[in-house]
């Protein structure tokens, strides 16, 4: 009989337990991965790069807005290095001097089963690229960064 009381105890504490938990708890802390962020100066996303299709590996991205240089490299899974790092001069893409009021944005998106494509804004200049690391076909374990388009998402004055 004490053991059948016990019971009943335990269940109606873990019944008034879930009820109270239903009405007085919020809705629950959601964790979002976020592939880039950014430091003063500097902007850093991650994204796949399939170098090999059989081995995805880990783009890293990182500009240095005030001096508009977008710099690229992938993580060697088998030994863990970085392969290099590849360039490109976003004051000549984007046609804008390094200046205090230059803004630039980035993220990561899925373009292709391991592969990721880079989204870079300009805000003062509305200009848009979209860029992919890939493997660099003059060097062994090289990588370069392939632009795909560069457009305007601002339409200029008097058009």
Not at 33 to 46: K, S, W
Request: aromatic share 8%.
């Amino acid at each position: 009989m004490k053991s059948a009381n016990q019971l009943l105890v335990l269940a109606v504490g873990v019944g008034l337990g879930v009820v109270g938990s239903m009405f007085f708890g919020g809705p629950g802390n959601s964790l979002h991965a976020r592939p880039n962020d950014r430091f003063e100066d500097y902007v850093m996303c991650t994204g796949a790069c399939a170098l090999n299709p059989r081995s995805p590996s880990d783009g890293v991205w990182l500009l240095d807005y005030k001096a508009g240089r977008l710099l690229g490299t992938v993580i060697d899974r088998a030994q863990g290095r970085i392969t290099g790092w590849a360039e490109v001069d976003l004051t000549s893409e984007f046609d804008v001097s390094t200046k205090p009021n230059v803004h630039f944005l980035m993220t990561t998106g899925m373009i292709a089963a391991g592969q990721a494509a880079l989204y870079v804004a300009e805000t003062s200049s509305g200009k848009f690229g979209v860029y992919t690391l890939g493997p660099d076909p003059s060097t062994q374990n090289g990588v370069v960064i392939r632009r795909h388009d560069l457009s305007s998402f601002r339409r200029r004055a008097g058009s």
